[in-house]
């Protein structure tokens, strides 16, 4: 078991439901130094940088204990404002950057259900598998409780106004467009909405919504809700975090 999997064991959470617990993260961040959900930035660099310029203001939502804001960097994105609701989280990424150098990175202890930056400041926001823990606890995935997706909408707006005109939000998430895109197309976005997928066996999602670019059938997702063609690897899904293994049982146990 490598030092990762030793971690994720000793601090795994009780339930589900403890993945939308600030207490869970805190306790998970002051022994996990590093974990990166879904993939890391290697994994899908080649799907970012299209969107991304040397001169981009960047967002990134609940960064947690992730590299990617340091590999952004490294690629000259230096106006890069990171938020985590976790205060362990924050400070600890706080003193990694300081300690390579990274200072120009902000990192802020932030909410993403209540975005307190002015409107329009970024040309990008991004997250990974942050969204995702909106609907961890969401029960059936084709009607998930209505708490879920009212946060999930209460982020969206956020993401929206903070976003400027011809902004961009990247979303890098396990949840699948069957169910994403209903809400990124909801009629108050001006955004349009596209994704493409990465990984090996198991592919994650990589949506792109681009700010004032909205296509007339849009509307049409909201109608039109497909069955999903899962294509699992058990063995890869073996290696990734309780979070998603749940979310895949549920699904499999419906079909
Ligand atoms: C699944 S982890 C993803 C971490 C990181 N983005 C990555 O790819 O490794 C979810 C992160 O979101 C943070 N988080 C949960 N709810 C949040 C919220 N409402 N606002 C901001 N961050 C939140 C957690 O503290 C945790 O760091």
């Given at each position: 078991?490598?030092?990762?999997?030793?971690?994720?064991?000793?601090?795994?959470?009780?339930?589900?439901?403890?993945?939308?617990?600030?207490?869970?993260?805190?306790?998970?961040?002051?022994?996990?130094?590093?974990?990166?959900?879904l993939k890391?930035?290697?994994h899908f660099?080649?799907l970012?940088?299209?969107?991304?310029?040397?001169?981009?203001?960047?967002?990134?939502?609940?960064?947690?204990?992730?590299?990617?804001?340091?590999?952004?960097?490294?690629?000259?994105?230096?106006?890069?404002?990171?938020?985590?609701?976790?205060?362990?989280?924050?400070?600890?990424?706080?003193?990694?950057?300081?300690?390579?150098?990274?200072?120009?990175?902000?990192?802020?202890?932030?909410?993403?259900?209540?975005?307190?930056?002015?409107?329009?400041?970024?040309?990008?926001?991004?997250?990974?598998?942050?969204?995702?823990?909106?609907?961890?606890?969401?029960?059936?995935?084709?009607?998930?409780?209505?708490?879920?997706?009212?946060?999930?909408?209460?982020?969206?707006?956020?993401?929206?106004?903070?976003?400027?005109?011809?902004?961009?939000?990247?979303?890098i998430a396990f949840?699948q467009p069957?169910?994403?895109?209903?809400?990124?197309?909801?009629?108050?976005?001006?955004?349009?909405?596209d994704y493409t997928t990465f990984g090996d066996g198991f592919h994650y999602f990589f949506y792109i919504?681009?700010?004032?670019?909205?296509?007339?059938?849009?509307?049409?997702?909201?109608?039109?809700?497909?069955?999903?063609s899962?294509c699992?690897?058990?063995?890869?899904?073996?290696?990734?975090?309780?979070?998603?293994?749940?979310?895949?049982?549920?699904?499999?146990?419906?079909?």
């Open positions: 078991m490598d030092e990762q999997e030793k971690q994720r064991t000793t601090v795994g959470p009780p339930s589900v439901s403890a993945y939308l617990d600030p207490n869970y993260w805190n306790q998970r961040f002051t022994s996990e130094d590093h974990y990166e959900w890391d930035y290697s660099c080649h970012i940088h299209q969107h991304i310029k040397p001169n981009s203001s960047v967002l990134e939502l609940g960064c947690g204990s992730s590299q990617l804001s340091d590999e952004l960097y490294k690629q000259g994105i230096t106006n890069i404002t990171c938020i985590d609701l976790s205060s362990v989280a924050v400070q600890n990424m706080q003193k990694r950057l300081l300690s390579k150098g990274f200072k120009d990175i902000k990192v802020l202890e932030g909410d993403m259900l209540n975005l307190t930056f002015a409107d329009e400041l970024f040309d990008v926001v991004i997250e990974k598998g942050t969204m995702d823990v909106l609907f961890v606890d969401s029960g059936d995935p084709w009607n998930p409780r209505p708490e879920a997706v009212n946060n999930a909408m209460t982020m969206l707006q956020g993401v929206h106004r903070v976003l400027k005109p011809h902004g961009v939000f990247i979303s949840g069957h169910f994403r895109r209903p809400l990124f197309n909801a009629p108050e976005f001006t955004w349009s909405v919504l681009r700010k004032g670019c909205k296509t007339l059938d849009a509307h049409e997702d909201i109608k039109k809700v497909e069955p999903p899962l699992l690897f058990q063995d890869e899904l073996d290696n990734e975090d309780y979070l998603f293994r749940t979310n895949i049982d549920e699904l499999n146990d419906q079909r």
